[in-house]
């Protein structure tokens, strides 16, 4: 399950922080970030945490590249998304995903998604 927390109201340029808790039982996280849908648009990577024997690595989708900040707790099993400077174009509600593995199997799961509404 996922758990996500932060979403609301915020002024264009503002700071708004997010946060997505995973539990259940699974062995360990291969993936785990956010996407996000505008209505009227298709669902879209906002960032992504991927883990890996050096350390992992992260993506972005380039509308949120400089402003968004991905992080991950792997102690709590949770990733922060730090937005600033926003935008207008940012309102969207945002959905927190992951991808873990349990029992040699991988599974994918989404959170219900959280408003970010961002006005001008």
């Known amino acids: 399950q996922l758990q996500a927390s932060g979403g609301g109201l915020v002024q264009a340029g503002g700071s708004l922080r997010l946060s997505c808790a995973a539990s259940?039982?699974?062995?360990?996280?291969?993936?785990m970030g956010w996407y996000r849908q505008a209505p009227g648009k298709q669902r879209e990577l906002v960032a992504l945490?991927?883990?890996?024997?050096?350390?992992?690595?992260?993506n972005y989708g380039d509308s949120v590249k400089g402003r968004f900040t991905i992080s991950r707790d792997n102690a709590k099993n949770t990733v922060y998304l730090q937005m600033n400077t926003l935008k207008p174009e940012d309102t969207a509600v945002y959905y927190c995903?992951?991808?873990?593995?349990?029992?040699?199997?991988?599974?994918?799961?989404w959170g219900p998604g959280t408003l970010v509404t961002v006005s001008s």
């Open positions: 995903n992951a991808k873990v593995i349990a029992w040699y199997t991988e599974y994918v799961y």
């Open positions: 945490t991927i883990s890996g024997t050096s350390g992992g690595s992260t």
């Open positions: 259940g039982r699974f062995s360990s996280i291969n993936s």
